[in-house]
Protein backbone atom coordinates (compact mmCIF):
# COMPACT_ATOMS: atom_id res chain seq x y z
CA UNK A 1 0.00 0.00 0.00
CA UNK A 2 1.27 3.15 -0.85
CA UNK A 3 0.33 5.53 2.80
CA UNK A 4 0.96 9.03 0.85
CA UNK A 5 -0.64 8.53 -2.02
CA UNK A 6 -3.71 7.06 0.28
CA UNK A 7 -3.59 9.76 2.35
CA UNK A 8 -3.56 12.50 -0.15
CA UNK A 9 -6.78 11.11 -1.48
CA UNK A 10 -8.04 11.65 1.58
CA UNK A 11 -7.04 15.20 1.93
CA UNK A 12 -8.24 15.46 -1.41
CA UNK A 13 -11.77 14.02 -0.79
CA UNK A 14 -12.26 16.44 2.58
CA UNK A 15 -10.83 19.38 0.84
CA UNK A 16 -13.09 18.63 -1.99
CA UNK A 17 -16.46 18.34 0.89
CA UNK A 18 -14.89 22.12 2.18
CA UNK A 19 -15.28 23.22 -1.19
CA UNK A 20 -18.75 21.91 -1.96
CA UNK A 21 -20.44 23.14 1.10
CA UNK A 22 -18.89 26.66 0.60
CA UNK A 23 -20.21 26.38 -3.24
CA UNK A 24 -23.65 25.58 -1.19
CA UNK A 25 -23.86 28.17 0.31
CA UNK A 26 -26.79 30.32 0.67
CA UNK A 27 -29.80 32.47 2.38
CA UNK A 28 -30.01 29.99 5.44
CA UNK A 29 -26.82 30.47 6.12
CA UNK A 30 -27.40 34.20 6.21
CA UNK A 31 -30.84 33.57 7.88
CA UNK A 32 -28.29 31.37 10.60
CA UNK A 33 -26.35 34.26 11.68
CA UNK A 34 -29.47 36.92 11.44
CA UNK A 35 -31.02 34.40 14.21
CA UNK A 36 -28.19 33.89 16.46
CA UNK A 37 -27.57 37.96 16.39
CA UNK A 38 -30.82 38.68 17.57
CA UNK A 39 -30.29 35.65 19.92
CA UNK A 40 -27.66 36.83 22.06
CA UNK A 41 -28.48 40.66 20.87
CA UNK A 42 -30.22 41.51 24.40
CA UNK A 43 -27.08 39.20 26.29
CA UNK A 44 -29.44 37.05 27.88
CA UNK A 45 -29.73 34.31 24.87
CA UNK A 46 -27.46 31.52 23.81
CA UNK A 47 -26.81 29.27 21.05
CA UNK A 48 -26.80 25.57 22.20
CA UNK A 49 -25.29 23.49 20.19
CA UNK A 50 -26.87 19.51 20.02
CA UNK A 51 -25.41 16.27 18.17
CA UNK A 52 -24.74 12.79 18.73
CA UNK A 53 -21.64 10.83 17.75
CA UNK A 54 -18.80 12.45 16.19
CA UNK A 55 -20.92 15.64 15.64
CA UNK A 56 -21.11 15.56 19.16
CA UNK A 57 -16.96 16.30 19.49
CA UNK A 58 -17.74 18.67 16.50
CA UNK A 59 -20.50 20.38 18.51
CA UNK A 60 -18.08 21.19 21.74
CA UNK A 61 -15.47 22.32 19.17
CA UNK A 62 -17.66 25.20 18.14
CA UNK A 63 -19.40 25.92 21.19
CA UNK A 64 -15.67 26.18 22.20
CA UNK A 65 -15.06 28.27 19.17
CA UNK A 66 -18.36 30.51 19.35
CA UNK A 67 -17.97 31.17 23.07
CA UNK A 68 -14.12 32.35 23.43
CA UNK A 69 -15.07 34.62 20.18
CA UNK A 70 -17.87 36.51 22.25
CA UNK A 71 -20.88 34.35 20.85
CA UNK A 72 -22.11 32.63 24.20
CA UNK A 73 -22.56 29.06 23.60
CA UNK A 74 -22.96 25.77 25.26
CA UNK A 75 -23.00 22.17 23.83
CA UNK A 76 -26.01 19.95 24.82
CA UNK A 77 -26.36 16.21 24.41
CA UNK A 78 -29.40 14.78 23.32
CA UNK A 79 -29.50 11.37 25.86
CA UNK A 80 -28.29 13.56 28.86
CA UNK A 81 -30.91 16.32 27.57
CA UNK A 82 -33.67 13.85 27.90
CA UNK A 83 -32.56 13.22 31.69
CA UNK A 84 -32.18 16.39 33.33
CA UNK A 85 -29.93 18.14 31.27
CA UNK A 86 -32.83 19.85 29.09
CA UNK A 87 -32.75 22.45 31.94
CA UNK A 88 -29.53 23.76 30.03
CA UNK A 89 -31.68 25.04 27.28
CA UNK A 90 -33.93 28.51 28.17
CA UNK A 91 -36.71 29.73 25.61
CA UNK A 92 -34.28 32.66 25.04
CA UNK A 93 -31.98 30.41 23.36
CA UNK A 94 -31.79 28.89 19.85
CA UNK A 95 -30.56 25.51 19.20
CA UNK A 96 -27.99 24.62 16.55
CA UNK A 97 -28.72 20.74 15.72
CA UNK A 98 -26.01 18.37 13.92
CA UNK A 99 -26.72 15.71 11.84
CA UNK A 100 -25.29 14.42 8.68
CA UNK A 101 -28.38 11.94 7.66
CA UNK A 102 -31.02 14.21 9.86
CA UNK A 103 -32.41 10.81 11.36
CA UNK A 104 -30.05 10.23 14.22
CA UNK A 105 -32.85 8.92 17.07
CA UNK A 106 -31.42 10.07 19.83
CA UNK A 107 -31.17 13.87 18.03
CA UNK A 108 -34.64 13.18 16.92
CA UNK A 109 -36.37 11.97 19.97
CA UNK A 110 -34.80 15.85 21.64
CA UNK A 111 -36.48 18.05 19.09
CA UNK A 112 -39.87 17.95 19.96
CA UNK A 113 -39.18 18.75 23.74
CA UNK A 114 -36.95 22.00 22.23
CA UNK A 115 -40.28 22.41 19.90
CA UNK A 116 -42.40 22.53 22.50
CA UNK A 117 -40.36 25.26 24.75
CA UNK A 118 -40.84 27.45 21.18
CA UNK A 119 -37.49 27.40 20.79
CA UNK A 120 -35.92 28.17 16.95
CA UNK A 121 -33.68 25.40 15.41
CA UNK A 122 -31.20 26.07 12.68
CA UNK A 123 -30.30 22.54 11.19
CA UNK A 124 -26.65 21.83 9.80
CA UNK A 125 -27.47 18.61 7.56
CA UNK A 126 -27.11 16.86 4.46
CA UNK A 127 -30.46 16.07 3.67
CA UNK A 128 -33.22 18.68 3.98
CA UNK A 129 -35.90 16.29 4.11
CA UNK A 130 -35.25 14.15 7.05
CA UNK A 131 -36.64 14.32 10.20
CA UNK A 132 -34.40 17.13 11.58
CA UNK A 133 -34.76 19.01 8.34
CA UNK A 134 -38.85 18.97 8.79
CA UNK A 135 -38.02 19.89 12.52
CA UNK A 136 -36.05 23.14 11.79
CA UNK A 137 -36.68 26.66 11.07
CA UNK A 138 -33.55 27.32 9.66
CA UNK A 139 -31.47 24.82 7.21
CA UNK A 140 -27.60 25.12 6.43
CA UNK A 141 -26.57 22.30 3.97
CA UNK A 142 -23.45 20.28 4.81
CA UNK A 143 -23.86 17.77 1.70
CA UNK A 144 -20.45 16.33 0.48
CA UNK A 145 -20.24 14.38 -2.21
CA UNK A 146 -18.65 11.32 -0.57
CA UNK A 147 -16.73 10.33 2.90
CA UNK A 148 -12.80 9.57 2.54
CA UNK A 149 -13.90 6.10 4.24
CA UNK A 150 -13.70 3.48 1.52
CA UNK A 151 -16.77 2.15 2.18
CA UNK A 152 -18.26 5.86 2.36
CA UNK A 153 -19.33 5.14 5.92
CA UNK A 154 -17.04 6.86 8.40
CA UNK A 155 -17.89 10.90 8.89
CA UNK A 156 -15.12 12.58 7.73
CA UNK A 157 -15.42 14.80 5.00
CA UNK A 158 -18.79 15.83 6.36
CA UNK A 159 -17.46 16.14 9.74
CA UNK A 160 -14.21 18.15 8.51
CA UNK A 161 -16.60 20.37 6.63
CA UNK A 162 -18.83 20.82 8.93
CA UNK A 163 -16.41 21.94 11.79
CA UNK A 164 -15.18 24.37 8.85
CA UNK A 165 -18.78 25.65 8.69
CA UNK A 166 -18.90 26.28 12.23
CA UNK A 167 -15.38 28.42 12.21
CA UNK A 168 -17.14 30.05 9.22
CA UNK A 169 -19.91 30.82 11.39
CA UNK A 170 -18.16 31.89 14.64
CA UNK A 171 -15.87 34.63 12.36
CA UNK A 172 -18.89 35.86 10.64
CA UNK A 173 -20.97 36.56 13.84
CA UNK A 174 -17.60 38.14 15.57
CA UNK A 175 -17.05 40.42 12.94
CA UNK A 176 -20.64 41.68 12.58
CA UNK A 177 -21.04 41.74 16.47
CA UNK A 178 -17.44 44.71 15.63
CA UNK A 179 -15.95 42.15 18.44
CA UNK A 180 -12.29 43.11 18.85
CA UNK A 181 -9.13 42.34 20.39
CA UNK A 182 -9.48 43.87 23.46
CA UNK A 183 -12.80 41.71 23.60
CA UNK A 184 -10.90 39.08 22.59
CA UNK A 185 -8.19 39.77 25.07
CA UNK A 186 -11.04 39.60 27.67
CA UNK A 187 -11.98 36.09 27.09
CA UNK A 188 -8.38 34.66 27.12
CA UNK A 189 -7.18 35.77 30.62
CA UNK A 190 -4.99 32.80 31.23
CA UNK A 191 -1.90 31.44 29.70
CA UNK A 192 0.54 33.06 26.80
CA UNK A 193 -2.65 34.41 24.67
CA UNK A 194 -3.75 35.98 27.81
CA UNK A 195 0.05 37.97 28.71
CA UNK A 196 -0.17 38.90 25.39
CA UNK A 197 -3.18 40.37 24.78
CA UNK A 198 -3.85 41.63 28.33
CA UNK A 199 -0.64 43.79 28.56
CA UNK A 200 -0.71 47.30 28.39
CA UNK A 201 2.40 49.36 26.93
CA UNK A 202 2.59 50.96 30.77
CA UNK A 203 2.89 47.37 31.88
CA UNK A 204 6.36 46.83 30.07
CA UNK A 205 7.57 50.72 29.31
CA UNK A 206 10.62 52.03 31.14
CA UNK A 207 10.46 54.97 33.25
CA UNK A 208 12.53 57.09 35.10
CA UNK A 209 16.17 56.63 35.20
CA UNK A 210 15.56 53.83 32.73
CA UNK A 211 14.31 55.99 30.29
CA UNK A 212 16.75 57.86 28.76
CA UNK A 213 16.13 61.73 28.05
CA UNK A 214 18.53 64.69 27.11
CA UNK A 215 17.50 67.78 26.59
CA UNK A 216 17.76 69.70 22.39
CA UNK A 217 20.87 71.92 21.83
CA UNK A 218 23.01 69.40 24.34
CA UNK A 219 26.30 67.30 22.84
CA UNK A 220 25.90 63.72 21.73
CA UNK A 221 28.32 62.86 24.39
CA UNK A 222 25.39 64.00 27.50
CA UNK A 223 23.29 61.31 25.14
CA UNK A 224 25.94 58.92 25.59
CA UNK A 225 25.86 59.25 29.36
CA UNK A 226 22.39 58.84 29.60
CA UNK A 227 21.68 55.71 27.81
CA UNK A 228 24.57 54.26 29.33
CA UNK A 229 22.88 55.18 32.97
CA UNK A 230 20.13 53.87 31.66
CA UNK A 231 21.26 50.96 29.87
CA UNK A 232 19.21 51.92 26.99
CA UNK A 233 19.78 51.32 23.43
CA UNK A 234 18.28 54.82 22.79
CA UNK A 235 17.45 58.53 23.94
CA UNK A 236 14.76 60.77 23.73
CA UNK A 237 15.50 64.58 22.73
CA UNK A 238 13.10 66.44 24.65
CA UNK A 239 12.40 70.63 25.21
CA UNK A 240 12.48 72.52 28.63
CA UNK A 241 8.36 70.80 28.92
CA UNK A 242 9.51 67.28 28.16
CA UNK A 243 8.21 67.42 25.33
CA UNK A 244 9.81 64.81 22.93
CA UNK A 245 11.30 66.22 19.26
CA UNK A 246 13.44 63.20 18.14
CA UNK A 247 15.14 60.18 19.27
CA UNK A 248 18.81 59.24 18.93
CA UNK A 249 19.67 54.75 18.89
CA UNK A 250 23.05 53.45 19.06
CA UNK A 251 22.47 52.44 15.36
CA UNK A 252 22.58 55.89 14.56
CA UNK A 253 25.73 56.83 16.70
CA UNK A 254 27.30 53.57 15.19
CA UNK A 255 26.45 54.99 11.36
CA UNK A 256 27.76 58.73 12.14
CA UNK A 257 30.92 57.59 13.89
CA UNK A 258 31.93 56.18 10.79
CA UNK A 259 31.85 59.54 8.93
CA UNK A 260 32.03 61.88 11.96
CA UNK A 261 34.87 61.26 14.00
CA UNK A 262 34.61 63.88 16.59
CA UNK A 263 30.80 63.12 16.85
CA UNK A 264 30.62 63.61 20.31
CA UNK A 265 30.74 67.22 19.73
CA UNK A 266 28.05 67.52 17.85
CA UNK A 267 24.19 68.85 19.26
CA UNK A 268 21.63 65.72 19.60
CA UNK A 269 19.53 68.35 17.23
CA UNK A 270 22.22 67.54 14.07
CA UNK A 271 21.90 63.07 14.91
CA UNK A 272 18.59 62.87 15.98
CA UNK A 273 15.39 61.42 13.87
CA UNK A 274 12.96 63.26 14.15
CA UNK A 275 9.02 62.57 14.68
CA UNK A 276 9.67 58.87 15.48
CA UNK A 277 7.17 56.84 15.73
CA UNK A 278 6.05 56.73 19.42
CA UNK A 279 3.75 54.64 22.16
CA UNK A 280 0.85 55.65 24.14
CA UNK A 281 0.76 53.50 27.58
CA UNK A 282 -2.96 52.21 26.49
CA UNK A 283 -2.03 50.54 23.72
CA UNK A 284 -1.62 47.02 24.25
CA UNK A 285 1.61 45.39 23.92
CA UNK A 286 0.96 43.19 21.16
CA UNK A 287 0.90 46.46 18.80
CA UNK A 288 4.34 46.87 20.01
CA UNK A 289 5.56 44.00 18.31
CA UNK A 290 3.59 45.09 15.30
CA UNK A 291 5.57 48.30 15.00
CA UNK A 292 8.49 46.55 15.15
CA UNK A 293 7.75 44.27 12.32
CA UNK A 294 6.57 46.83 10.47
CA UNK A 295 9.03 50.23 10.49
CA UNK A 296 11.73 47.46 11.42
CA UNK A 297 12.70 49.41 14.68
CA UNK A 298 14.00 48.34 18.15
CA UNK A 299 13.04 51.32 20.58
CA UNK A 300 10.13 53.22 20.83
CA UNK A 301 9.17 56.58 23.37
CA UNK A 302 5.90 56.50 24.95
CA UNK A 303 4.11 59.72 25.11
CA UNK A 304 0.97 61.51 26.99
CA UNK A 305 -1.44 63.15 25.17
CA UNK A 306 0.85 66.49 25.12
CA UNK A 307 3.64 64.82 23.16
CA UNK A 308 5.63 64.60 26.57
CA UNK A 309 7.78 61.29 27.44
CA UNK A 310 6.65 59.23 30.12
CA UNK A 311 8.63 56.06 28.82
CA UNK A 312 10.19 54.14 26.55
CA UNK A 313 10.34 50.31 25.35
CA UNK A 314 13.18 48.44 23.86
CA UNK A 315 12.67 45.13 21.97
CA UNK A 316 15.41 43.53 24.02
CA UNK A 317 12.59 43.58 27.09
CA UNK A 318 10.23 41.49 25.17
CA UNK A 319 11.65 38.03 25.61
CA UNK A 320 11.67 38.16 29.16
CA UNK A 321 8.05 39.25 29.10
CA UNK A 322 7.02 36.44 26.74
CA UNK A 323 4.79 38.33 25.15
CA UNK A 324 4.04 36.33 21.09
Known amino acids: MDYLKRAHEVLDIETAGVQKVRNDLGEGFVQAIDAILETISNGSGKVVVVGVGKNWHIGNKMAAT ?41 LIAVLQPIKRKGVKIIALTGDPNSPLGEAADIIVSVKVDKEACPFNMAPTASTTATLALGDAMAMVLLEARGFKLEDYAKMHPGGAIGRTLLLRVSDVMRTGNRCATVRSGHPVREALISMTGAKAGCVAVVDQDNVLLGIMTDGDLRRHLIETPNLTEYTV ?3 MTKNPKTLSKDMLALE ?12 LIVVDEQN ?3 GAVDIQDMPKLKIL
Do not use: C, Q, W
Not at 288 to 299: Q, S, T, V
Open 288 to 299: ILNIYEKYNIDD
Open 269 to 271: DEV
Open 308 to 310: RVI
Open 66 to 106: FTSTGTPTVAMHPIEAMHGDFGILSDRDIVLAMSYSGASDE
